[in-house]
């Protein structure tokens, strides 16, 4: 009886797991980085939690879990060279310091935003060296179907210092890594490309491979299993010895999709920041589009380099 796909990927799967087990990249890095609503609430009553609400501000005065503070979007990013761009380090120590943070602290952060605003602030926190964050898959639905208790109240915020390491650059893919991956593809490194089917095959960066970033939850709103991440990722070809580059437009997505593939043990894989608003932008890249019957294609308006 032959074997379907799905099957062989799932032994797949099952294999890779065993064969990491007493190696140095542990199956215990697996999982630790995403958790439930339903440990978050029981992480609450611990002095040292810090509760991280990363939506919008008007959205969090309407409603916010107690004793949360709102780290928003705004708060972390730049808008240099292009939108929503990693904000400098002397930037997040002020808005961490100004919210009562410190390097020391266990953060869990939460969204209503289909875990997209969350993971962003995660990545942000990795690439400044943060070690205890965590996202909470589900954000405010879930916690709120946790029973965890919900205000209007913004609490008390005691200021403190917060010192950031210097940037780990290994999260971090820029656009002369991505112009060289197009020019001279290499076979150990994927472009993922995280938006929709519509706007994918309104221009992508050539070479990338689609994998709407959505198919990271379940239908309620929360993660998918790391089997399930793994499952999908390896019926694309990629491989957690292999490197990924993530981008959507601003990748705020992309941060998404990165913290799906860390959490199921992935460890190569960095952010391509200026995303598709910074690649389009520049009319001398090339552009892959889909051509009915045929590899695709590429529109430029000259070279690469």
């Not at 029973?147 to 209007?152: D, I, L, P």
């Not at 991505?178 to 290499?186: K, M």
Request: charge should be negative.
């Amino acid at each position: 009886m032959k074997l379907t796909s799905k099957l062989l990927i799932i032994l797949l799967v099952a294999s890779m797991i065993l064969t990491t087990i007493g190696c140095d990249r542990s199956s215990n890095e697996e999982g630790e980085e995403i958790i439930s609503s339903a440990e978050a609430v029981e992480l609450f009553n611990d002095e040292d939690i810090v509760i991280i609400d990363a939506q919008k501000s008007a959205s969090y005065m309407k409603e916010h879990i107690e004793d949360s503070i709102n780290i928003g979007r705004a708060d972390i990013v730049i808008n240099e060279p292009v939108l929503s761009m990693l904000a400098p380090k002397e930037q997040i120590e002020e808005v961490l310091g100004r919210n009562g943070i410190s390097s020391e602290s266990k953060i869990l952060i939460y969204d209503s935003n289909n875990n997209m605003d969350s993971a962003r602030l995660w990545w942000t926190l990795k690439v400044y060296g943060h070690d205890y964050v965590k996202v909470i898959s589900g954000g405010l639905i879930a916690l709120k179907k946790a029973g965890a208790s919900v205000s209007k109240d913004v609490p008390d915020i005691i200021e403190t210092e917060y010192i950031a390491s210097e940037k780990d650059s290994s999260l971090i893919a820029d656009l002369k890594e991505v112009i060289a991956q197009v020019e001279e593809p290499d076979e150990n490194i994927f472009i993922i490309d995280v938006r929709n089917k519509e706007e994918y095959d309104s221009g992508a960066i050539p070479g990338s491979i689609l994998i709407d970033y959505t198919g990271n939850n379940y239908n309620d709103g929360t993660y998918r299993s790391v089997q399930n991440i793994k499952i999908i990722y390896i019926e694309k070809g990629i491989k957690s010895d292999k490197t990924a580059i993530i981008y959507c437009k601003s990748s705020v997505r992309g941060a998404q999709t990165l913290l799906a593939l860390y959490n199921a043990g992935y460890r190569n894989l960095k952010l391509y920041d200026g995303g598709w608003i910074e690649w389009s932008a520049d009319e001398s890249l090339p552009v892959q589009l889909p051509a009915a019957g045929s590899a695709p294609v590429e529109e430029s308006g000259g070279g690469c380099g």
